[in-house]
């Protein structure tokens, strides 16, 4: 080995390529002081061709001038210099916080222990001695800027780190918070649902309706105190089971369970009646509402059957139903006697005032013929009676068709073309009457409660209807006859009338009493349909 310049030295031949070529630099800003220019070339020649970027100061002033305009990555800083020497240039760098951190190679000659310590003491991380070995330098740089490179690797990911700890740490304390205040929420709610239930068990433990709590299998969670005391069954063996053995229901156990898997699936309110036969007891009717419940994510958790004892209102509507079948019979009584009346009366005027009235016309017109021809005044006087036997005989038979028509007893059909006629003639309204039967097959009280409605619903059409056209039809319609009587007059509120209308109320009611069905139809501007469905005589003859 020999200098080519005053400190610095190569190796000649093969061996300083081999070394140049095991070398890897890894790039970088490198800056030379030294106070020598000429030791400057051969240095900064090899660097810059093993592509570090180099820059040079030749005393320890620029030095720290150039360090405060541009950060190099690594310094190689001569020792022996004017001015302040390697050590105090150094020390200046470490004590600066943008430049501590630069790692700083020194280049001296002074190979002693003492001043190898000095450096190391002021911050130095390693040294090469002149004559500079050029191998020695790069591999030394490429070294330290390789660690200065880890380092500023490790640095930015203990910065990334600590930045992921710091928001870690804040999304913990966050999530923290979310999870305390959820848990203060969650408490809250255990506190009002377990007052929820103390209120729910407080009332249904006093309730005096029967209340079951049952489950999405229809298992039975809790029964109050008076399904024992309605029903006489142990709640205590009935808990955690499903209807079944001990049903003593009137309706099917798998109906039953139906109406609360319906109530589960729908969300709504089911509702049922029920009978529960009770052993060496009467029985209970229940009103049940099937309530569905839910959780607090608000889904269906089961279902809280509320069962009402109404035996005393079924029992109150049973007496109602005998007492109104009562007044409907002693109605169809009076009705029946009030017709046979009728037809007596009627009978006894058109044959015995009728025969009566006939007779004395007979005699008047007889002693007009005997005795006219001698005197004329008699004629005058004769002619006048028999005008007001004549008169009296046509009230008599007008008397006796209101009370019973004589056509009614030949047949409703005859009685109602009578009727139709009649009722043209008085109210001047055009009247068609409409018959499919040849053959009308009804009872003598239906025949009469078909008369009778429909001369009532052509009564109300004269008075009331102000119509231009009325159609009356009789057709039959499998085992019932349908009779219908329609108007085209100004018609009226159906609600407002049916409360204080007798005359329908009667309607209604002979229709009733011969098991038949009665619908009135009408509105303001509308006209009016009474509809009559009576069962035929073979259907009624049938259920008797």
Not at 267 to 294: D, T
Not at 330 to 347: P, T
Request: proline share 4%.
């Amino acid at each position: 080995m020999r200098s080519l310049t005053p400190g610095y030295a190569v190796r000649k031949g093969n061996d300083m390529t081999d070394a140049a070529t095991q070398i890897q630099p890894c790039g970088g800003t490198i800056l030379i002081v030294d106070d020598t220019s000429a030791n400057l070339g051969v240095v900064v020649d090899s660097l810059a061709g093993y592509g570090f970027r180099v820059a040079i100061a030749q005393d320890g002033d620029e030095a720290l001038e150039r360090v405060a305009f541009t950060l190099p990555d690594l310094i190689l800083l001569d020792v022996l210099m004017p001015g302040p020497d390697g050590y105090e240039v150094c020390r200046r760098l470490k004590a600066d916080p943008a430049t501590r951190d630069i790692p700083v190679i020194f280049m001296t000659a002074l190979a002693d222990s003492e001043h190898k310590l000095m450096g190391f003491a002021c911050g130095g991380v390693d040294y090469v001695t002149k004559p500079l070995q050029i191998e020695e330098v790069i591999a030394r740089v490429n070294t330290h800027l390789r660690l200065r490179f880890l380092q500023k690797q490790m640095e930015e990911k203990n910065a990334k780190l600590q930045e992921y700890q710091e928001e870690l740490e804040r999304q913990v304390a966050q999530r923290t918070a979310e999870l305390s205040e959820a848990n203060r929420l969650l408490r809250a709610e255990i506190e009002e649902h377990t007052e929820s239930e103390l209120k729910f068990r407080a009332l249904a433990e006093n309730s005096p309706d029967l209340l079951i709590r049952y489950d999405l299998d229809c298992r039975r969670l809790y029964l109050n105190p008076a399904f024992e005391r309605l029903t006489m069954i142990n709640t205590e063996q009935m808990v955690g089971q499903t209807p079944g053995d001990s049903w003593r229901g009137d309706m099917p156990v798998e109906i039953y369970k139906g109406l609360l898997r319906k109530a589960m699936e729908t969300g709504e309110i089911v509702q049922s009646f029920m009978l529960w036969r009770k052993p060496n007891s009467a029985p209970i009717h229940f009103f049940c509402h099937m309530v569905p419940e839910y959780d607090m994510n608000g889904k269906v958790q089961g279902v809280l059957l509320i069962g009402r004892d109404i035996t005393a209102l079924k029992e109150a509507e049973q007496r109602l139903e005998e007492s109104r079948m009562q007044l409907r019979e002693l109605v169809a009584n009076r009705d029946k006697a009030r017709e046979e009346e009728r037809k007596h009366i009627a009978r006894e005027l058109h044959d015995e005032l009728g025969q009566f009235l006939t007779g004395l016309r007979m005699n008047v017109s007889l002693l007009r013929m005997r005795f006219g021809k001698d005197n004329p005044d008699l004629i005058e006087h004769v002619k006048t009676i028999t005008e007001l036997v004549d008169r009296n005989i046509q009230v008599v038979r007008n008397v006796a068709s209101s009370l019973r028509p004589a056509a009614l007893d030949m047949g409703v059909q005859a009685a109602l073309e009578w009727l139709v006629d009649e009722f043209e003639t008085h109210s001047d309204i055009p009247c068609e009457l409409n018959m499919t039967e040849e053959r009308i097959e009804l009872d003598e009280q239906s025949e009469t409660a078909v008369f009778r409605v429909v001369q009532e619903s052509l009564t109300n059409v004269a008075r009331h209807a102000e119509a231009s056209q009325v159609t009356v039809s009789v057709q039959r319609m499998g085992s019932h006859y349908q009779v219908m009587v329609s108007d085209d007059g100004k018609g009226f509120d159906i609600d407002c009338s049916r409360k204080t209308s007798l005359g329908l109320i009667g309607m209604r009611e002979r229709v009733l009493m011969c098991e038949g069905e009665f619908q009135l139809d009408s509105k303001p501007g509308k006209g009016t349909i009474v509809t009559v469905r009576i069962p035929v005589k073979e259907t009624l003859a049938e259920r008797a």
